[in-house]
């Protein structure tokens, strides 16, 4: 199974301000098999970016994704008040899939 | 727009079972594979079971694999998880999730459509 460790476990800044957020697997992730998901309280999660740099439908161009085998990054360049939530990824190049800890994303 | 409502969640003794469901709509249910996905309160997020856009091919986390079982009837745009020997742990919300590709042999990718979630509540 693929333990994937995403860090810090929360980051607190200020809207304007560019978050960068840490996901590191166990072992090498086929093809950047990887995804990130937004999810806001008492929502379900989002889908964000998937084959670890492409955007889902709507998602807007300050989410930037990038990565290969081990370590992914998920970046927003300028914080909006709507960005702050937690974000998980998820590996799907191996099963089980498995989802990173969660990074929350609060405003300072 | 897609939909995907799940139904059946509730307070359970330890032991007994429960029988979740998630009725889907505006999407072609039979081309996809589906995944039931969890969360307990505060916590993240664990993969629980995944199905195969015909059935064939089914897969279970470790946590849950011989007490779960993942079903689906196309003809009515419905999965279903049969949870038996519930446990504490399985306290969770109970997400019905759409893969976006059809899990042949159980190749799994990730989600683009959630449900709302059903509570599971697991204590005497």
């Known amino acids: 199974e693929i333990v994937l460790t995403q860090s810090p476990g929360t980051l607190s800044l200020s809207p304007g301000e560019r978050a960068t957020l840490s996901c590191r697997a166990s072992?090498?992730?086929?093809?950047?098999?990887l995804a990130w998901y937004q999810q806001k309280p008492g929502q379900a999660p989002r889908l964000f970016i998937y084959?670890?740099?492409s955007r889902a439908t709507g998602i807007p161009d300050r989410f930037s994704g990038s990565g290969s085998g081990t370590d992914f990054t998920l970046t927003i360049s300028r914080l909006e008040p709507e960005d702050f939530a937690v974000f998980y990824c998820?590996?799907?190049?191996?099963?089980?899939?498995?989802f990173g800890g969660g990074t929350n994303v609060e405003i300072k | 727009d897609v939909q995907l409502v799940e139904s059946g969640g509730g307070l359970v003794q330890p032991g007994r079972s429960l029988r979740l469901s998630c009725a889907a709509s505006?999407?072609?249910?039979?081309?996809?594979?589906m995944h039931w996905v969890r969360q307990a309160p505060g916590k993240g997020l664990e993969w629980v079971s995944g199905?195969?856009?015909?059935?064939?091919?089914?897969g279970y986390a470790d946590s849950v694999k011989g007490r779960f079982t993942i079903s689906r009837d196309n003809t009515e745009k419905s999965l279903y998880l049969q949870m038996n020997s519930l446990r504490a742990e399985d306290t969770a919300f109970y997400y019905c999730?759409?893969?976006?590709?059809?899990?042949?042999?159980?190749?799994?990718?990730?989600?683009?459509?959630w449900g709302q979630g059903v509570l599971v509540t697991v204590s005497s």
């Open positions: 072992q090498s992730i086929n093809s950047s098999y």
């Open positions: 998820q590996q799907y190049g191996s099963s089980p899939l498995t």
């Open positions: 505006g999407f072609t249910f039979e081309d996809y594979a």
């Open positions: 084959g670890a740099s």
């Open positions: 999730v759409k893969d976006v590709v059809t899990g042949y042999r159980g190749n799994w990718y990730y989600f683009d459509s």
């Open positions: 199905i195969s856009f015909n059935g064939g091919s089914r």
